[in-house]
């Protein structure tokens, strides 16, 4: 009997007009608003914003087959056309992203990876997040959210040690018109969401990578749910 990982690797693969990847190079068409997700969960924000924007483009990037799988099968059900979806590592799919292509990125409830020892897979690692910039057009705007405090502070670290700047931030955000399965589980308990926007300046006038120490604390006493 295959393993769950294959299944799901089996059954993405079958729907080749949404899934993109080394193999099969991301190509978006010029003059089309473009957004890109890093780490989609089950992609019910993504799918959402897809369906109400019809002429905007959307591209949700997830490591996990089965929540990529999930998204896919969610967006064929909405009956939406404009989305594509990539599943991997980030600096894995990086060479088959275009560059300077997108206007938004946004990066919703990242596992936080608090110990000192996985600082290097947060999302909101400055150098990981200098990465993504290689994504964005000059003047993209980007939207990170978390429900873990400690996260969201070491992010208003990271977004302009990374060459962003930071144009608004909060640790009490109010609900959006669309928000992500997790957003809702959360407000539901009373926990406020924390929020950063920012700009991408462009390659050329960003600021140079800044050190950010990765401090080895407790980010949370609570046990974090996996993202849906």
């Known amino acids: ?27 978006l068409p010029e003059g089309v608003p473009a957004t890109i997700e890093v780490g989609i969960g089950s992609g019910h924000w993504l799918v959402a914003r897809a369906k ?26 909405a009956g939406v056309s404009n989305m594509r979806f990539m599943v991997g590592e980030a600096s ?22 608090p110990k000192k020892t996985d600082s290097k897979r947060r999302l909101a690692w400055a150098p990981r997040l200098r990465g993504f910039g290689r994504w964005l057009r000059p003047g993209a705007i980007g939207l990170f959210r978390t429900d873990n405090r400690r996260l969201w502070e070491y992010a208003l670290k990271t977004v ?8 608004s931030s909060t640790d009490d955000a109010p609900r959006g018109d669309v928000v992500t399965r997790y957003e809702s589980r959360f407000r539901a308990e009373g926990i406020p969401i924390h929020e950063i926007r920012f700009t991408w300046p462009g390659s050329d006038a960003a600021a140079p990578l800044v050190p950010v120490a990765d401090e080895d604390v407790r980010w949370s006493a609570r046990v974090l749910p996996t993202k849906p």
């Not at 295959?2 to 993109?20: D, G, N, Q, S």
């Not at 109400?52 to 059900?77: C, S």
């Not at 894995?92 to 946004?106: G, H, S, V, Y």
């Open 52 to 77: 109400a924007e019809p002429h905007r483009l959307f591209v949700g990037l997830e490591l996990k087959e089965e929540r990529a799988y999930q998204a896919t099968r969610d967006a064929i059900a």
């Open 160 to 167: 302009p040690a990374a060459g962003y700047v930071i144009t």
């Open 1 to 27: 009997m295959p393993r769950k990982k294959a299944r799901y690797r089996a059954a993405l693969e079958v729907t080749t007009e949404w899934l993109r990847g080394p193999e099969r190079p991301l190509d």
């Open 92 to 113: 894995r799919l990086d060479p088959c992203i275009p560059a300077a292509r997108f206007d938004e990125l946004a990066i919703l409830f990242p596992d936080p990876w």
